[in-house]
């Protein structure tokens, strides 16, 4: 029999700018690794991911990679298809949105903490804090029968910057994409650009850099003062401050999504909406 065809939605990706600075991609990989090994030195297996629209329905992006059984999509490795990758890519596109509206939650949740002190109602504010109503209901599973029809995942910890969660297996993706048991991500956002870290299990939180301002890389972006700036950085924000440098001047190979919204729609026709 042949092999059997994969599935029309899910995307592979495509090479779509080939120019790439190895020192570069190097020393972003480099950097990560460190800061997510652990005290036995072993690092879980990571993607790291950023980039943007392009065109009407695709999405083009760079990546870091260092999780085991990775195919990098411009690579011929025996046949080997990008599967993982094109998993976590298209996740990306449909997480983004919803960990957006996440952050805005935040912020609203951080300014009625303010009105609140200011107005010295710390009653009203112990009240508020101990609900904690802007996060995401986990699934069904864990939470009986009230569940988010827009939330398949659960955060962890949260910043104004950055969100730490994990993925179910239910809700929407266990239904779709069988390969996706729990997965650990992190989200990032900075001057209105995002980044995402896929994990295949915890990392260390402290070098996440939570509750800390990343260093803003304000020089010239070159791949020399983008290698200086990695080089120092202390937390995994300012790894992904760089990736997104890098991806915004083309110094990675970029890869492109051709249709983001078919991994979309079948998420939602499996629930049924």
Do not use: C
Not at 42 to 70: E, H, M, Q
Not at 74 to 91: I, K, N, V, Y
Request: hydrophobic fraction near 35%.
């Amino acid at each position: 029999m042949g092999k059997k065809k994969e599935k029309s939605w899910l995307q592979i990706p495509k090479v779509h700018s080939k120019f790439n600075h190895k020192e570069l991609e190097d020393a972003l990989t480099e950097k990560a690794t460190q800061l997510l090994s652990t005290e036995e030195k072993s690092a879980p297996s990571y993607i790291f991911l950023t980039g943007g629209f392009f065109d009407v329905k695709g999405f083009a992006y760079s990546a870091l990679r260092a999780w085991k059984g990775a195919v990098k999509p411009s690579e011929d490795d025996g046949g080997r298809r990008p599967l993982l990758e094109a998993t976590f890519a298209s996740l990306s596109v449909y997480l983004s949105s919803l960990l957006s509206l996440q952050s805005d939650f935040y912020y609203a949740y951080d300014e009625i903490k303010e009105l609140l002190l200011e107005k010295k109602r710390e009653d009203l504010w112990a009240i508020v804090s101990d609900k904690l109503p802007f996060v995401s209901l986990p699934p069904k599973e864990m939470y009986g029968n009230r569940v988010s029809p827009i939330s398949p995942y659960f955060i962890i910890e949260q910043d104004e910057d950055l969100i730490l969660g994990e993925i179910y297996p239910s809700v929407y993706l266990s239904s779709v994409i069988k390969s996706i048991k729990t997965r650990f991500f992190t989200f990032f956002q900075y001057q209105g650009y995002t980044a995402f870290g896929f994990f295949n299990s915890l990392p260390t939180r402290k070098e996440f850099g939570f509750e800390q301002k990343p260093r803003d890389f304000s020089g010239e972006p070159s791949p020399e003062n983008l290698i200086k700036y990695v080089k120092k950085a202390k937390n995994i924000k300012e790894v992904l401050i760089a990736l997104i440098h890098s991806h915004n001047n083309a110094y990675l190979e970029q890869f492109l999504i051709e249709d983001y919204e078919r991994l979309l729609n079948e998420l939602l026709k499996a629930e049924g909406f």
